[in-house]
Nanobody
Framework: QPQPVESGGGVVRPGGSLRLSCAATGFNLEYYTIGWFRQAPGKEREGVSC????????TYEDPVKGRFTIARDNGRTTVALQMNSLKPEDTAVYYC???????????????????WGQGTQVTVSS
């Protein structure tokens, strides 16, 4: 079972950038659909971005379009989320999740993702 692990969170000023990474020990994530989600304090977990398995395409939710980029990295074994032009409202715990049944990104519904990481904190503050 691929157990994802996130890294790269931190504190950044508004307008700054961070790069998150998702890896799974012992698993090559290349052929899995990978989603990034986030949960801010007092709010429900929401989808951010997704990349389909293999040569599948990527999707972005409206709040991050044009600012975030999802891509396969490290010889396609991991998945990165490059976050630029960060805003205070991007502050949240960011989670990486694996969809293992081949359904693809779909509507980036939490229920479609099977394996979840523990999350990494992203704080955008001046």
């Amino acid at each position: 079972q691929p157990q994802p692990v996130e890294s790269g969170g931190g504190v950044v000023r508004p307008g700054g950038s961070l790069r998150l990474s998702c890896a799974a020990t012992g698993f090559n994530l290349e052929y899995y659909t990978i989603g990034w989600f986030r949960q801010a304090p007092g709010k429900e977990r929401e989808g951010v971005s997704c990349i389909g398995g293999g040569r599948g395409g990527s999707t972005y939710e409206d709040p991050v379009k044009g600012r975030f980029t999802i891509a396969r990295d490290n010889g396609r074994t991991t998945v990165a989320l490059q976050m630029n032009s960060l805003k205070p409202e991007d502050t949240a715990v960011y989670y990486c999740a694996v969809e293992s049944t081949g359904q693809g990104c779909g509507n980036l519904d939490i229920k479609d993702f099977d394996y979840w990481g523990q999350g990494t904190q992203v704080t955008v503050s001046s």
